[in-house]
Nanobody
């Protein structure tokens, strides 16, 4: 099993920046990709960005050009650099492993479990 711990959230003004971290432990050898997702109050959880173990990246249209996902320490740590934050980015952000890059691109989230998430609040 893979355990995930997200951190780095907080309160920021519109136009500001935050960097989220996700540290994975346990059976990380089974991971081929990692993704960031978010859930705003009253809304369904949505995909934000993903990265493969080979360095391929993918972004939701709503964050492309503003957010950057990166991976270090093999597949153990994933970052989400968020710039030009807007109030609509307010949500709880979660990281999630994917068994394959293709599964991540298909938005399949049945592999592994969710972390506790980290709250991002953007004030206008």
């Amino acid at each position: 099993q893979v355990q995930l711990v997200e951190s780095g959230g907080g309160l920021v003004q519109a136009g500001g920046s935050l960097t989220l971290s996700c540290v994975a432990s346990g059976s990380t050898f089974s991971i081929d990709a990692m993704g960031w997702y978010r859930q705003a109050p009253g809304k369904q959880r949505e995909y934000v960005a993903g990265i493969s173990s080979g360095g391929y990246t993918n972004y939701a249209a709503s964050v492309k050009g503003r957010f950057t996902i990166s991976m270090v320490n093999g597949k153990n740590t994933v970052y989400l650099q968020m710039n030009s934050l807007q109030p609509e980015d307010t949500a709880v952000y979660y990281c999630k492993p994917s068994r394959t890059w293709g599964a991540l691109l298909r938005r399949e989230t049945d592999f592994g479990s969710w972390g506790q998430g980290t709250q991002v609040t953007v004030s206008s």
